[in-house]
């Protein structure tokens, strides 16, 4: 069983920066392939951004390009999320999640193994 829990999340303004963190359990976090989503009220969970297992390839939205950063320390079993430029649009809940069986890919949707049980990022504008 593996264990995700977010922290970092918050208020902040439009134009902001907050950076999440996702601590795993478990001693093999550095053959997960990791991924951050999302959901705003109303709306369906969507994929934010993902990182193979060994941090070296990494793959991100569309409307997050150029905002958002993901990145993984294998030593601390710790995946991030850095977030710059925030719009009010941004606000949702995030949600961390772990693939333990997909070798060294990026997962774009959601077939994850492990989820979070999700940070609230709030963006006033």
């Known amino acids: 069983q593996v264990q995700l829990v977010e922290s970092g999340g918050g208020s902040v303004q439009a134009g902001g920066s907050l950076r999440l963190s996702c601590a795993t359990s478990?001693?093999?976090?550095?053959?997960?392939?990791m991924g951050w989503f999302r959901q705003a009220p109303g709306k369906e969970r969507e994929f934010v951004a993902a990182i193979s297992r060994s941090g070296g390839r990494t793959s991100y939205a569309d409307f997050v390009k150029g905002r958002f950063t993901i990145s993984r320390d294998n030593v601390k079993n710790t995946v991030y999320l850095q977030m710059n430029s925030l719009k009010a649009e941004d606000t949702a809940v995030y949600y961390c999640?772990?693939?333990?069986?997909?070798?060294?890919?990026?997962?774009?949707?959601?077939?994850?193994?492990?989820w979070g049980q999700g940070t609230q990022v709030t963006v006033s504008s």
């Open positions: 999640a772990a693939n333990t069986g997909s070798g060294n890919q990026i997962i774009t949707t959601p077939r994850y193994d492990y």
């Open positions: 478990g001693r093999t976090f550095s053959s997960y392939a």
